[in-house]
């Protein structure tokens, strides 16, 4: 059953900061749509800051497009002052979690309604009102991908010569390659590992799998400028995260259609500097800096795909072990994951690879001539207990400066923000960074607290937050300062359908974010909050194994597409 949303009044927008102009009628019968749900973002601790909903997940146009589950990143193609196409990724996937193989019941198992896709939102302001002329989806659920995180438009300024939009699945599960993805099984005919990076030219429509970017849990594919061909950056947001497992990856190609035609090469960070080869040996509030190099890696070992057989690697092909549960993370049914993100890890370990925590976004260094330094976000792993050595609380943002003329050449690495020098929860420290934006003046930094960051919703606790977004001055990191957190009001309210208790303080995230400043004037972002425990629509799973009765629930997670301006950012 599809569920009609109940919309709240338009006196819930009118609080500080969050602006709604005076006899704006928002309604799904004006010409531009503007959504009448509550603002899921409120203020930090600036006043100047202002925070406009657009759009909520469930939110349908007169044309049929319904704003999908859990929007992540976002992308601004600018056509002129006041108009924008802007591209979202929705991070869906039809492979249940968490799911109970031993004993799958709609109660124990969650699934999202459809795979990944990306909306095409065409933005217009019209009397300093911010609408949706229209939507569609640029890349549909029919194309199998799952889990789209956050993605890049790369453009002239990064030596593409049309506007081609980078997409990327962070995913592990086996899916088959053509009907319903799952069910499938690992190392099956007619089936793939995910985490593929896949390119979308915004000119004529197409979309590319780009199996040389690398087999491994794309969070983000940074295209940089400055150099006479296409460089991309790449982490690894890995599902485990304990040994360090996670490795910054570039792939560099001719031009775009180097890209799009796959005949660049991925190459893989490794530290020049002795006693430096993974995060832990940068200890907390460590000012060391390490120069390093890219070396290339393997084509079948890139492109994860036996040489002219043109299936999946496993382990046994290149003569390793298959992984243990200890190792690597494990799917759905319980089984570590072989493959070729497995083959890539275990070439990376064996040819030296820096080994980070857990990459999330990246964003280059907009002041001009700065474009090869390169702010990476990693989430580190939310460990309980003081700060020390060996262990990751907060985690961190690290800067990486590329030589000028050879992206191959890494001059240094450090610690541009630190947050493992305090234990989790730490008020004024940031909660395992996720996504990125730059801008000449600073670096915006969103939030995606794990559990040991969250606090039971009502909580007195003085330190208790909601996830944030975070404004860090680009030359003095240490004047870090929260614009804006997560209202989670909305959760049990009336259009949550899922019957659960109301999530934990941090449950949902500041999620995707990009300066919008060339199309809506200068400190305006678009950002989007994720409401995972928040459920517009729901429906029993299918009936696929142990006893009988539905394997899972389906489930539309809330979520919301906003505008905020910061003075000065």
């Known amino acids: 059953m599809r569920l009609r949303i109940v919309f709240v009044g338009l006196a819930g927008l009118v609080t500080a900061g969050i602006a709604v102009p005076d006899g704006v009628t928002v309604s799904a019968d004006s010409e531009s749509f503007v959504t009448t749900q509550s603002s899921m973002l409120a203020l930090g601790s600036r006043a100047d800051v202002s925070i406009t909903p657009i759009i909520t997940v ?34 869906t996937s039809t492979v249940p979690f968490p799911y109970v193989a031993a004993n799958p019941t709609a109660a124990n198992g ?16 019209e009397d300093g ?5 229209e939507g569609e989806f640029v890349i549909g659920s029919e194309l199998g991908y799952q889990r789209f995180c956050s993605n890049y438009l790369g453009t002239r300024k990064e ?41 979308h030219d915004v000119r004529t429509g197409t979309n590319t799998s780009i199996w040389g970017m690398g087999r491994f ?40 259609n180097g890209v799009l035609r796959d005949r660049g090469a991925l190459w893989a960070f490794v530290s020049d500097t002795a006693g430096f080869d993974d995060y832990y040996d940068f200890v907390p509030g460590s000012p060391a800096a390490v120069s390093g190099h890219f070396i290339q890696v393997p084509r079948d070992i890139a492109t994860g795909r036996l040489n002219g057989t043109g299936r999946d690697l496993v382990a046994a092909d290149k003569g390793f072990p298959a992984p243990t549960a200890a190792e690597f993370a494990s799917d759905a049914f319980g089984i570590p994951v072989d493959g070729p993100q497995w083959v890539l890890e275990k070439w990376s370990d064996a040819n030296g690879v820096f080994q980070f925590v857990r ?42 400066v590329l030589d000028p003329a050879d992206p191959t050449v890494v001059q240094s690495l450090s610690i541009f923000l630190d947050g493992d020098d305090n234990p989790v929860k730490t008020a004024g420290e940031i909660h395992q960074p996720d996504n990125l934006e730059t801008t000449p003046n600073s670096v915006l930094v969103t939030e995606d607290p794990g559990s040991s960051q969250q606090f039971p919703f009502g909580s ?70 994720q409401a995972h425990s928040l459920w517009v629509e729901k429906a029993p799973g299918p009936d696929l194994f142990g006893a009988v009765g539905p394997d899972f629930t ?16």
């Open 359 to 400: 990459i999330e976004d990246m964003a280059y260094d907009k002041r001009p001539g700065m474009g090869n330094v390169v702010y990476l976000a990693d989430s580190g792993r939310g460990s309980t207990g003081a700060s020390a050595a060996g262990r990751s609380t907060n985690g961190r943002i690290w800067k990486m």
């Open 58 to 91: 469930g939110d349908t146009l007169d044309s049929g497009f319904r704003f999908e589950a859990i929007p992540d990143g976002i992308a601004v193609d600018a056509d002129e002052q006041g108009e924008a196409d802007v591209f979202v990724n929705h991070e």
């Open 217 to 256: 849990n794309h969070e983000n594919s940074l295209a940089l400028p400055g150099y006479n061909k296409i460089v991309m950056l790449s982490g690894d947001d890995t599902f485990a995260s304990n040994p360090a497992q996670s490795q910054v990856y570039s792939y560099i190609a001719r031009n775009a």
């Open 460 to 529: 007195l606790d003085p330190a208790a937050t909601t996830s944030r977004l975070w404004r860090v001055p680009v030359g003095n990191p240490a004047g870090a300062e929260v614009v804006a957190k997560v209202d989670q009001a909305a959760d049990s309210g009336p259009t949550d359908v899922d019957a659960k208790a109301t999530g934990n303080l941090g449950a949902w995230e500041v999620s995707g974010i990009v300066d919008a400043s060339a199309a809506f004037g200068p400190g305006a972002f678009l950002v989007d909050v």
């Open 159 to 199: 030596g593409f010569n049309r506007p081609i939009l980078l997409t990327n699945e962070e995913a592990v599960e086996w899916i088959n390659t053509s009907g319903t993805p799952w069910p499938s099984g690992q190392g099956l005919a007619g089936a793939r590992q995910s985490g593929v990076v896949v390119a």
């Open 554 to 569: 389906y489930k539309r997670e809330g979520g919301q597409l906003l505008l905020i301006r910061i003075p000065g950012a």
């Open 110 to 125: 969650e699934n999202d309604f459809d795979n990944s896709q990306v909306s095409k939102l065409e933005l217009e302001m």
């Open 129 to 133: 009102v911010l609408g949706v002329e």
